[in-house]
Structure formats: structure tokens, C-alpha cells
């Protein structure tokens, strides 16, 4: 009964390889294999750079393999190990119907299934991202992109239990014999167990691989004959050799867009942000795949919050989740980790030097195996509209820790436009853009104020970005009605009408050592006058002064701004200027 057992495991594996009868055996070329000292483990290289499109060639004389990123040049003769880590794309052609009912065999991984598509059983067949279709039977190592299949029906649950991170689910040894990875449970040799068949090769030994592939630049396995031998499976003969070439995968991640958590990095931080296509691996599953980064470095002192506060807020107030389970903080590093419908966003900030910087990463990538979502349609700005008349308005809201808040307003080209944001705290910094993203204020100013004659009739942007505490603000912006000053030894005039506690703004172009004359006119002195450079600030003459009329030299040569203020009451006035 065990020769009839062992006889039985040997043929399945057998026509798991082919079913061909055993050539005589050739013998492998061999290897040192490699040796751990105590404690010591075999750490994989770091995942390659991986772009979602590429197509990688492999050496002479494969064909280059179909959606696959390489690690390094193929192995023969010493030469590094081939490593393809494949990323599932929909192949060009049309597609079959068909339906997956489980989860892959072939390959443990939740974006690997097994599939029908007409009286045909494929296995295994990979998730392509769009959520309808799937690509069977790919084979990287020859250059096979695999059959397209259109689902019927949704996929099911995958089998989370049998994930192995990204697994390995092809070999190729020196003599370009592939080796899949062995499906369920296997059958072991001694007390190695068989982990990847090998596909008959015409006058070779049929092949198994025991144990796991060691990593390294030159990657090994050891590769075995089975036989009988007095009913049981024994190994007629094994060798460690050099592998040509490896694939794993699926990649289950593909570069998401990076540009809007680009623009709130810079916004929040106040700096310039890079972003740049990178590998991204998802350290809880150790899944590998290709995504965009985002980098900034950022002095303490343009934060009033380190950036580990900051950035959590800001992401939450933008729609994105915490996922707690990547949470790793220290005093000198934090991680954690963001998800919005199909993104994941891994963050991290690190903390160094004196005065204290900060530098900070954030990396994105799309789930395929998630259903795709576009992504969410932006907060819409709050519109500001001044009243009739008026010639400034002012907002009041309290603003969160790492919220950004949008305004927008319209204004006439070569209108002189005035933004200041007051608040309790000193957290609160603004910018000011174009409706085309033209950037009028840089969030890297760092400014509490600007003021500028606007290049077009158009809407403009201005966004608040809280970087300390959680405050009161009041945004306070003025569009003044431009004066002209007259010839010398003349006077110009201009009525107007104020409401209860309102001001009116005015903007009088000076040069340094002109005499000029300012003069409110009202029926009951129910208006006071205020003079002050628009550049500078410096006040010529405080409204706390209660007088109507000023009379002086010009300091310097710049816009000054006038200010018609009600003292309670709506009032009507004429402003006159003359130049002496």
C-alpha cells in the first residue's frame, strides 16, 4: 500500500509536469548554496522601481517578457538573477467571456483567481485594475501577455489566508527550464517539501524545486529528480543552482496622482513639494507595486505644529481615512498611512538638525484590487461678494489645526486688490491665484498680506492654510476706487455714500515731496478720514485722530490709502484732493 502511495505522488507530480515519461538524467551545473550564521535571515532586495506601462527585455535569448519591471540582468554563468515583478495589464485583442469563481491555485494572492471562460478552466488569471476583466495565463518569461477575459459577473472574496505577500510563481533555471509554483499542498522529500514543478524539457530529467528560492543578487534553489525507490519517493539526484530568472507578483499597486496632496503639502508646509514616480510596498501585506511621492523639507519655524499633527488633519479634512494599523511613531520618525477609496497614501516625517527641520514623504499608489474611483471633486470654494457700493468685505471663521480653506472672488483687470488675514494666533498664512493656477501669492511667501493690480477679469483664488493651533480668523479684503491726483495748483473730487460702521477705500498715487491736501465733506461730520501708505502702514493720519481733512507732505513715493469711515450712521460725502 505505501509503494502504491508513493507511486501515486509521484505520477500526480509528474503530470502536473507534463506527464512525459523521465529522460536521462543531465546534470545540473552546481553551486555553493547559501549559508545564514545564527539569527541571521535572508532579507529580498529592495523592490525595484516600477513603472505601470513598462515593458522590460530580458537577456538573449528570451524574448522580453509582457508588463514585467526587471531588478537586474538574467543569470548564467554567475551573472545577477533576472527579477520581473509583473504588473497585470488588459492585452490588446478581444476579450472572452468568462467568470472567476475562486481564488487562483497557481498563485496565492488576493488579485490571482481561477476562471471559466467557456468549457476552458485558466489558472491563474490576474485582476487588471478596471474591475471587469481579467488576464489569464500570462507568461512574463516568454513574452506571453495572456488571454483577455471580460467577466460576467463580479469576482467573489479572495482567499486572504493563502496570501503570501507577492509571491514567486515562476522559475527559470540555467537552461531556461521554467518551474511554476506547485499548487495546494505538496508532497515532500525527506523533510523538504516541493514547492514549484518543473515543465518537461525533450531529453532532460523531469525536475521539482524543493524548499523556497534564496534571495540575493544571484538567486539559487535547489532543483531535484524524484524516483522510487522500495515504495517510496526519494531524491535521485539534487543540486543548488543559479536561477535565471524569477517572477513575482502580481503587483497589486499602480501609480495614483499625486499633484492635489502635492499642492496641500505645499500649501499646509509653506515650501515647495517635489513629486516623482517611486516602488511603493505596502508594509502590513508586503505588497510590492509602482506609485508617485511626494517630498518636502520644511524649517520648524514656518510650522507652529510639527508636521506629524499637521498633515493627519490635513488629509482628514480632504477626505482621507486613517488606517491605524501602519501607525509607528517615535520622537525622530513617524509613520502612518491614508486611504481614499482605492488610494493608499503611506506618510512619513522625520525630524533632524538644529534649528529643528523637518523632512517629509508621502507615497501613493492605486489598489487594483480595490474598484476604481475618480477622484472626489474638490470642496467648492466659498464665493465672496462685496455688497453695492462697498469696496471691502470681511469674512469671520474659526479654522482648524491642518484645515486649508478656498475663497474666490471676481475682479476687473488692473484693479488693485488687498488681502490681510488677521487672527488670534499666528497660524493662519494665505495665497492668492489666477483661475488657471497662476500663483499671485506663493504659499511659500508665507504671508499673512498681499496686495497687487490683478492681471485679468477673472476670478481669483485665495486659500488659508491653518498651521498652529485651532483659531478665529477674520479675512479682510479691499478692491479701492482708484483717485487720480490733479495738475498742481488744482483740486479733483469724488462723492460717495458709506453705510452704519462700513469703510470706503480710496488709492491716491503720491511721490515724495509732494503737498497735498485731503478733505472729507459731510452735511453732520459723520465721517472720519483716515491717510496711510498702501505700501508701508505708516498712518498720516489715524482715524482715532477724528479729523476731516489732512494737509501735509508726502513722505515717500508710493500709493496711499484713504479711508472714508462712517462714525455709525449712513452718510453721504465728497472726497477732495488738491496739490499745491
Known amino acids: 500500500?505505501?509503494?502504491?502511495?508513493?507511486?501515486?505522488?509521484?505520477?500526480?507530480?509528474?503530470?502536473?509536469?507534463?506527464?512525459?515519461?523521465?529522460?536521462?538524467?543531465?546534470?545540473?551545473?552546481?553551486?555553493?548554496?547559501?549559508?545564514?550564521?545564527?539569527?541571521?535571515?535572508?532579507?529580498?532586495?529592495?523592490?525595484?522601481?516600477?513603472?505601470?506601462?513598462?515593458?522590460?527585455?530580458?537577456?538573449p535569448p528570451s524574448p522580453p517578457p509582457a508588463a514585467a519591471v526587471s531588478a537586474a540582468a538574467p543569470t548564467a554563468a554567475g551573472l545577477a538573477t533576472?527579477?520581473?515583478?509583473?504588473?497585470?495589464?488588459?492585452?490588446?485583442?478581444?476579450?472572452?467571456?468568462?467568470?472567476?469563481?475562486?481564488?487562483?491555485?497557481?498563485?496565492?494572492?488576493?488579485?490571482?483567481?481561477?476562471?471559466?471562460?467557456g468549457k476552458e478552466t485558466f489558472d491563474p488569471c490576474f485582476t487588471v485594475g478596471d474591475g471587469q476583466h481579467v488576464v489569464c495565463e500570462p507568461n512574463p518569461l516568454a513574452g506571453s501577455p495572456g488571454m483577455p477575459v471580460r467577466l460576467t459577473e463580479p469576482l467573489p472574496q479572495p482567499d486572504l489566508l493563502a496570501e503570501r505577500g507577492a509571491p514567486i510563481w515562476l522559475l527559470q533555471l540555467p537552461d531556461e527550464t521554467v518551474c511554476r509554483l506547485a499548487p495546494g499542498v505538496t508532497g515532500a522529500v525527506g523533510d523538504k517539501r516541493i514547492t514549484y514543478l518543473c515543465e518537461p524539457v525533450k531529453g532532460k530529467s523531469d525536475l521539482v524545486i524543493l524548499g523556497d528560492p534564496q534571495p540575493g543578487s544571484v538567486w539559487t534553489a535547489e532543483a531535484a529528480e524524484p524516483a522510487l525507490q522500495?515504495?517510496?519517493?526519494?531524491?535521485?539526484?539534487?543540486?543548488?543552482?543559479?536561477?535565471?530568472?524569477?517572477?513575482?507578483?502580481?503587483?497589486?499597486?499602480?501609480?495614483?496622482?499625486?499633484?492635489?496632496?502635492?499642492?496641500?503639502?505645499?500649501?499646509?508646509?509653506?515650501v515647495d513639494a517635489t513629486t516623482d514616480a517611486t516602488s511603493f510596498a505596502d508594509p502590513l501585506t508586503g505588497q510590492l507595486g509602482a506609485g508617485c511621492r511626494v517630498t518636502a523639507t520644511v524649517a520648524g519655524a514656518l510650522v507652529a505644529r510639527p508636521p506629524e499633527d499637521l498633515l493627519p488633519k490635513m488629509l482628514a479634512s480632504q477626505g482621507w481615512r486613517e488606517d491605524l494599523r501602519y501607525q509607528d511613531r517615535d520622537p525622530a520618525h513617524s509613520a502612518a498611512a491614508f486611504r481614499r477609496a482605492d488610494v493608499l497614501c503611506l506618510l512619513s516625517t522625520k525630524a533632524h538638525g538644529e534649528p529643528r527641520q523637518y523632512?517629509?514623504?508621502?507615497?501613493?499608489?492605486?489598489?487594483?484590487?480595490?474598484?476604481?474611483?475618480?477622484?472626489?471633486?474638490?470642496?467648492?470654494?466659498?464665493r465672496i461678494v462685496f455688497a453695492p457700493g462697498a469696496t471691502a468685505a470681511t469674512l469671520r471663521r474659526p479654522i482648524a489645526t491642518g484645515q486649508i480653506q478656498e475663497y474666490v472672488l471676481r475682479a476687473l483687470k488692473g484693479q488693485m486688490m488687498m488681502v490681510n488675514v488677521?487672527?488670534?494666533?499666528?497660524?493662519?498664512?494665505?495665497?492668492?491665484?489666477t483661475t488657471d493656477g497662476v500663483a499671485l501669492a506663493s504659499p511659500t511667501a508665507n504671508v499673512r498680506r498681499w496686495q497687487g493690480r490683478l492681471p485679468d477679469t477673472q476670478d481669483y483664488v485665495i486659500k488659508l492654510a491653518g498651521r498652529g493651533d485651532a483659531t478665529d480668523l477674520a479675512l479682510n479684503l479691499v478692491i479701492p476706487v482708484d483717485l487720480q491726483?490733479?495738475?498742481?495748483?488744482?483740486?479733483?473730487?469724488?462723492?460717495?455714500?458709506?453705510?452704519?460702521?462700513?469703510?470706503?477705500?480710496?488709492?491716491?498715487?503720491?511721490?515724495?515731496?509732494?503737498?497735498?491736501?485731503?478733505?472729507?465733506?459731510?452735511?453732520?461730520?459723520?465721517?472720519?478720514l483716515e491717510v496711510a501708505g498702501a505700501d508701508d502702514g505708516h498712518l498720516l493720519l489715524p482715524a482715532a485722530a477724528g479729523q476731516m481733512t489732512w494737509a501735509g507732505v508726502l513722505p515717500t513715493s508710493q500709493d496711499y490709502l484713504v479711508r472714508a469711515i462712517s462714525s455709525g450712521v449712513r452718510a453721504e460725502y465728497t472726497v477732495e484732493v488738491r496739490v499745491q
Open 230 to 270: 522500495e515504495g517510496k519517493t526519494i531524491v535521485k539526484s539534487s543540486s543548488v543552482v543559479p536561477l535565471r530568472a524569477v517572477v513575482r507578483g502580481p503587483l497589486l499597486y499602480v501609480p495614483a496622482t499625486c499633484s492635489g496632496v502635492a499642492a496641500a503639502l505645499s500649501q499646509m508646509l509653506g
Open 485 to 528: 491726483l490733479p495738475p498742481a495748483g488744482q483740486s479733483a473730487a469724488m462723492k460717495g455714500i458709506v453705510e452704519p460702521f462700513e469703510t470706503m477705500y480710496y488709492l491716491l498715487p503720491g511721490t515724495a515731496g509732494q503737498r497735498v491736501t485731503i478733505t472729507l465733506t459731510a452735511g453732520e461730520r459723520n465721517v472720519i
Open 359 to 382: 523632512t517629509v514623504a508621502l507615497r501613493c499608489a492605486r489598489d487594483i484590487t480595490l474598484p476604481a474611483a475618480a477622484e472626489p471633486a474638490p470642496r467648492p470654494a466659498e
Open 1 to 59: 500500500m505505501r509503494t502504491l502511495v508513493s507511486l501515486v505522488l509521484l505520477l500526480l507530480l509528474l503530470t502536473a509536469c507534463g506527464g512525459r515519461p523521465m529522460p536521462t538524467p543531465e546534470p545540473l551545473p552546481t553551486v555553493t548554496p547559501q549559508r545564514l550564521g545564527p539569527g541571521e535571515t535572508v532579507v529580498p532586495p529592495t523592490p525595484p522601481r516600477v513603472e505601470a506601462t513598462s515593458v522590460v527585455t530580458p537577456p
Open 82 to 117: 533576472h527579477v520581473i515583478d509583473y504588473a497585470p495589464q488588459l492585452p490588446a485583442g478581444q476579450p472572452r467571456p468568462g467568470t472567476c469563481r475562486s481564488s487562483s491555485l497557481a498563485v496565492p494572492s488576493r488579485a490571482a483567481w481561477r476562471c471559466i471562460a
Open 422 to 433: 488677521a487672527q488670534a494666533g499666528d497660524g493662519v498664512f494665505l495665497s492668492v491665484y
